[in-house]
Antibody, heavy 123, light 106 residues
Framework: EVQLVESGGGLIQPGGSLTLSCAAS????????MSWVRQAPGKGLEWVST????????YYADSVKGRFTISRDNSKNTLYLQMNSLRAEDTALYYC????????????????WGQGTLVPVSS | EIVLTQSPATLSLSPGERATLSCRAS??????LAWYQQKPGQAPRLLIY???SRATGIPARFSGSGSGTDFTLTISSLEPEDFALYYC?????????FGPGTKVDI
């Protein structure tokens, strides 16, 4: 059974830093691209970042580029999101999501999601 | 950035009725479009990918159609568990974008 379990969220002051983790199990982690998607309270879904299976390439939303860094440790089956210079508008539930592979190659849709970790940014 | 617009914002229907949800892209996404369902307090669930392919385990009452800029998610006969929020998402270009959602309620 595929499981994605996020951790590391919590109240943080504006300008602060936080690192989120996502522990993956039930599939070959190193064979899948992975992503972070966030959802502000009562709002819609916003894609944040994606990293390829090898970790060689990463993509970011403009809203977080230069402040957030996605990474992965395939030996630990863990995905990370380092968040710096946090702003009030970064307040959201952060989901870890697996990129799906129907057919050959990654299709950048998300077939498994964790339950999310909440990051409130407030003084 | 490709902007996705969903309509209507809210769809009020009854169990057994047919639901038709629309997603329009600001430029062609070919067929690189997915649909998700989200219930309160839950993570999204992938329903449809590449505009018309059902994801694993998704019931046949869910179907997707469209290409280019106009897409439709159809639920042929609403079950009580189908009352939820539905989002479309494109993967044509980075950044990946989601639509604002359509709420299907009773």
């Amino acid at each position: 059974e595929v499981q994605l379990v996020e951790s590391g969220g919590g109240l943080i002051q504006p300008g602060g830093s936080l690192t989120l983790s996502c522990a993956a199990s039930g599939f070959t982690f190193s064979a899948n691209a992975m992503s972070w998607v966030r959802q502000a309270p009562g709002k819609g879904l916003e894609w944040v970042s994606t990293i390829t299976d090898s970790g060689f390439r990463a993509y970011y939303a403009d809203s977080v580029k230069g402040r957030f860094t996605i990474s992965r440790d395939n030996s630990k089956n863990t995905l990370y999101l380092q968040m710096n210079s946090l702003r009030a508008e970064d307040t959201a539930l952060y989901y870890c999501a697996r990129v799906c592979y129907y057919g050959s190659g990654p299709k950048y849709y998300f077939d498994y999601w964790g339950q999310g970790t909440l990051v409130p940014v407030s003084s | 950035e490709i902007v996705l617009t969903q309509s209507p914002a809210t769809l009020s229907l009854s169990p057994g009725e047919r639901a038709t949800l629309s997603c329009r892209a600001s430029q062609s996404v070919i067929n690189y479009l997915a649909w998700y369902q989200q219930k309160p307090g839950q993570a999204p669930r992938l329903l449809i990918y590449d505009a018309s392919s059902r994801a694993t385990g998704i019931p046949a009452r869910f179907s997707g159609s469209g290409s280019g800029t106009d897409f439709t998610l159809t639920i042929s006969s609403l079950e009580p568990e189908d009352f939820a929020l539905y989002y479309c998402q494109q993967r044509m270009n980075w950044p990946i974008t989601f639509g604002p959602g359509t709420k299907v309620d009773i």
